[in-house]
Structures are given as C-alpha cells and as structure tokens.
C-alpha cells in the first residue's frame, strides 16, 4: 500500500464547477498535512496547510479526518487557472520527511 | 525576497559521471530538504538537513549524498550517474522540519538528464 494514495485523475470539470480531491495516508504517526499545486514542469507551490478543524481560503476548503486517515480538498466555482495537478502532501516526523502522493490533475474547461 | 534558488537550472551528464546540485534556501529557513520527481509521478524524498546536521534521509542508494553549510545552503551529490537518475530534482526550505504552518517552499529545480 502506498504511503500516500490520491485518484491521479484526470478530472475534467467545466468553469464554475465544484470539484473535491480525496486523499488517504497510511501513516497513523504522520503530524502535518498539505495540498501542493503543481503545473506542468514547475515546482510544487503550497496551496494550503490542513488542519483538523478544517479550514478555508478563498474558493478552496480543505478538511482533515485523523481516524480516518483521510484528507480532502474543496473547489468551489473552478476557474480555468485551477488547471494543474494537486498533490496531497504528508509530513511524518519520524523520518522528518514529506511524503507526496502521485497527485491528481485537474482540467478545467470552458 | 529572493525564494528558494536551485543552480544549475538544466544538466546533461553521461552514465558513470557525477554531478553536484546546489541550493539556496529562503533567508532565515534552516531546513532543507532534496526531492527527485521522475516524470508522472510526485516528488520522492531523498534527505532533510537542519542546523546542518542530516534529519532525514529517503529510500536512495548510497551514490546519493548531501551536506548543509554554516550559511544552510545545501549540496547534492550523485556518484556513478544512471540512466534513471533523469529527473527533476527538486530543493525546499522550511524554517522549521516539521513545516507547521509554513509548508516548505520548493526551488524551480534541476532538470538533471543522464545519456
């Protein structure tokens, strides 16, 4: 089992759309959480941190399960700048490392 | 501010050569950490530096090696280059290892091709 497992997508949504990214983790130990957007041949850029409670920034809604073991990220009113892959992104302290998923690919269309 | 700065940006290396990639943290981050991304797939983690001392280190064989410096720049080293070693290889600085709060911010990369 991996790590770290996201649906690679693609999800081609129309503008305006709601879309949701699920995530799961198999590292019950793992302290910090986040979603990362990549474009093609970029680097990783920090979309949001995630924390339990659940928090928002703009159109976009991340929430933390812990029992679970699950991690979700919310886009409401998908703009075609949305487009680009969204990695899940774990980070577990025993090996001070940050475990990525294979991320998932958005495409946003008119 | 200047960002997290990656040198060189491109690379071309022969099998069995050996390459080194630099990085430049964000001012006052301590942390670093080197990644290598294969095409389709996410990052992999290969080690973490703090306070120049090794954190962290990933599933990579030992022709792999890095090293901090005083100012927290950081090196990565690649002995015995394979066809496999092609990647993006990714550099990030965080003020801290855990990254609560900040995240890790990433470089642009060395895009590292072996022929």
Known sequence: RKEVEQDPGPFNVPEGATVAFNCTYSNSASQSFFWYRQDCRKEPKLLMSV????????????QLNRASQYISLLIRDSKLSDSATYLCVVYTGGGNKLTFGTGTQLKVEL | DAGVTQSPT??????????????????GHKSVSWYQQVLG?????????????????????????????????????????????SALYLCASSPTPQGTGYGYTFGSGTRLTVV
């Open chain 1, 51 to 62: 924390y339990s409670s659940g928090n928002e920034d703009g159109r976009f809604t991340a």
């Open chain 2, 41 to 85: 797939q996410g990052p992999q983690f290969i080690f973490q530096y703090y306070e120049k001392e090794e954190r962290g280190r990933g599933n990579f064989p030992d022709r792999f090696s890095a090293r901090q410096f005083p100012n927290y720049s950081s090196e990565l080293n690649v002995n015995a280059l394979l066809l496999g070693d």
């Open chain 2, 10 to 27: 491109h690379l071309i290396k022969t099998r069995g050569q050996q390459v080194t990639l630099r990085c430049s943290p964000i001012s």
